[in-house]
């Protein structure tokens, strides 16, 4: 059964099309996991919302913005989103919860300018799959970095977040020949990879699974990858059921992380930068690629400090994009640690009663 209880309606998620917007890290290793905070065993909540999405509707949306171009298409999503807003208190919520700790003004319209976002986002994907690549125009920033690693062959882990588009950073590896394999959930995998080949036969990106079992192969997988001169995504702002995780400052909270990106790394011993692929709006993303560190460096005897320390670094260079970018944050779910989302009262009915609201409706 869905985490969604009845009468919130459908969550955000379900806009998803085409490549995965998630993915996740493996779990720690039983004699090198620090002895920091652990999911719960159950379902973590982000992953309970079921995903509706079907290859069907992504075959209809595609042959919808094929014939008809990307203006009609965003009008239709526009639609989609503002449905799925008004439904969705769960959603409402979680945007009045990140905005609030930003700072930032709460209502139904902020929420739905959210909830486009990612929307728009994920019908762009579309057109990044099948190589429509003259709608849109993107800036670059670190892009030399990568550039090095290539003509040097070597292997690094791209640490990303729920914050704009992967699909941007995905067409612009395909553009520069890029080996890149984003890591994500099993059973999300062999869909994904389905939908890849179909609108782009061509393409370098393939899905790296990760299920409830088979960390030896897992790790072998990766390990041959990098060694290869390969690039592996890894979205680290989610947590796994049953796995450490690190108690990070996030926006003036406390939010939980997975430690598995920073022990997964130290025991590979490769590079970790730090990417992100912002939406600016109109047809324009902009891509950033950010040292993070040469080398996970988690010593004998310190190890739990050390992962602390990498993980705060992370919260804190994300926290500086969600402040350069709120609308790209899509995380649907209360982020922060239980002390911490438990909002007032009469805040959290402001943010589930759509006839609230600080703005005036988006043109």
Not at 27 to 36: E, I
Not at 138 to 148: D, I, K
Not at 150 to 163: D, N, S, W, Y
Request: proline share 6%.
């Amino acid at each position: 059964m869905s985490a969604r209880q009845a009468g919130e309606g459908p969550a955000p998620e379900d806009l998803r099309l085409g490549v995965p917007e998630g993915a996740e890290v493996p779990r720690a290793l039983p004699d090198t996991a620090p002895q920091t905070s652990s999911a719960s065993a159950s379902t973590p909540h982000w992953r309970a919302e079921e995903e509706r999405g079907s290859i069907f509707w992504i075959k209809a949306m595609v042959i919808f913005a094929t014939m008809f171009g990307r203006g009609p298409a965003r009008l239709i999503v526009a639609f989609v989103a503002f449905y799925f807003t008004l439904f969705s208190a769960k959603a409402r919520r979680a945007v009045h919860v990140f905005r609030r700790h930003l700072g930032e003004p709460t209502g139904f319209w902020a929420a739905y300018r959210q909830v486009l976002r990612f929307a728009q986002c994920s019908l762009d994907t579309l057109f990044f799959l099948q190589g429509k690549t003259k709608y849109f125009t993107v800036s670059r920033n670190g892009h030399q970095h990568l550039e090095r690693l290539r003509e040097t062959k070597t292997g690094v882990i791209l640490l990303g977040a729920h914050l704009g588009s992967f699909s941007a950073m995905r067409m612009q590896s395909a553009k520069e020949s890029l080996p890149l394999h984003p890591v994500v959930y099993t059973k999300h995998a062999k869909r994904f990879n389905r939908v890849i080949e179909e609108l782009d036969p061509g393409s370098k990106v393939s899905l790296i699974e990760m299920g409830d079992g088979g960390e030896i192969d897992f790790m072998l997988s990766i390990r041959e990858k990098l060694e290869a001169g390969a690039m592996i995504a890894i979205l680290g702002d989610r947590t796994q059921a049953g796995k450490k995780n690190v108690t990070v400052d996030f926006l003036g909270g406390k939010a939980e992380v997975p430690a598995g990106p920073y022990l997964l790394a130290s025991m590979l011993r490769c590079p970790v930068y730090f990417t992100a692929g912002l939406y600016r709006g109109d047809n324009h993303y902009e891509l950033f690629c950010i040292p993070f560190a040469e080398r996970i460096d988690l010593p004998r005897g310190k190890r739990e400090e050390g992962i602390q320390r990498y993980a705060q670094q992370y919260a804190d260079q994300l926290a500086e994009f969600c402040r350069n970018a709120p609308d790209n944050w899509f995380n649907f779910y209360d982020f922060w640690a239980t002390s911490e989302q438990d909002a007032p009262q009469e805040e959290a009915a402001k943010a589930s009663d759509p006839r609230t609201s600080d703005q005036a409706p988006p043109r």
